[in-house]
């Protein structure tokens, strides 16, 4: 069982900069991808970036690289997502999630509570 707890939404100028962090806890954590996801009212979720805890690949959505990085800290298990230039199009729930599947593309199996990320133009 892995928990997530989720922080560090809020709100922002459009070109600015916040970092969310995605605690997790339990077993086997190391074995597992990290994504992260977000919903905007009115849309569907949509995938954002992930990385893969043991050895630290990571993917991204076209809509965000080169904005965005994911990273992860081992000792703290603990992951990260940097949102910098960011935009008002980029305001949404966001959520962290992990599987344990060998692929970033899930399904994913746990999810975090979501925190508000809010871009104000």
């Known amino acids: 069982q892995v928990q997530l707890v989720e922080s560090g939404g809020g709100l922002v100028q459009a070109g600015g900069s916040l970092r969310l962090s995605c605690a997790a806890s339990g077993r086997g954590f190391s074995s597992y991808y990290m994504g992260w996801f977000r919903q905007a009212p009115g849309k569907e979720r949509e995938f954002v970036a992930a990385i893969r805890w043991s050895g630290g690949s990571t993917y991204y959505a076209d809509s965000v690289k080169g904005r965005f990085t994911v990273s992860r800290d081992n000792a703290k298990n603990t992951g990260y997502l940097q949102m910098n230039s960011l935009k008002a199009e980029d305001t949404a729930v966001y959520y962290c999630?992990?599987?344990?599947?060998?692929?970033?593309?899930?399904?994913?199996?746990?999810w975090g509570q979501g925190t508000q990320v809010t871009v104000s133009s």
């Open positions: 999630a992990a599987t344990i599947l060998p692929t970033y593309l899930g399904p994913y199996n746990y």
